[in-house]
């Protein structure tokens, strides 16, 4: 049974850094890209940042670019988020999500697997 196990949300002051981490158990994911979404309540899921096999290209949302940074450890089958100068609207529960395809997507519907989901409130 393949899982996705996300780790490292919290509450953390406007400016501050979290890390968040992705456990993948079940099956390797190291030739799939990989994924992290965010939501807030009444919103629909929305991708923050994306990694494609073997790291070769990655991708994020505009209004994390130069904050975030994703990355990934195939030895390890795990994925991260780096998350600095954290907003109040980085608010949200974040996401791990993979694909069965290396490279990127930027849509939900696009994602074959999904984690629990990981509190992340940045306070003002």
Do not use: H
Request: aromatic share 12%; charged share 20%.
């Amino acid at each position: 049974q393949v899982q996705l196990v996300e780790s490292g949300g919290g509450l953390v002051q406007a400016g501050g850094s979290l890390r968040l981490s992705c456990a993948a158990s079940g099956r390797t994911f190291s030739n799939a890209a990989m994924g992290w979404f965010r939501q807030t309540p009444g919103k629909e899921r929305e991708i923050v940042a994306a990694i494609a096999e073997n790291s070769v290209s990655t991708y994020y949302v505009d209004s994390v670019k130069g904050r975030f940074t994703i990355s990934r450890d195939d030895a390890k089958n795990t994925v991260y988020l780096q998350m600095n100068s954290l907003k109040p609207e980085d608010t949200a529960v974040y996401y791990c999500a993979a694909r069965s395809a290396p490279w990127l997507r930027f849509t939900a519907v696009e994602y074959n697997y999904w984690g629990q989901g990981t509190q992340v409130t940045v306070s003002s």
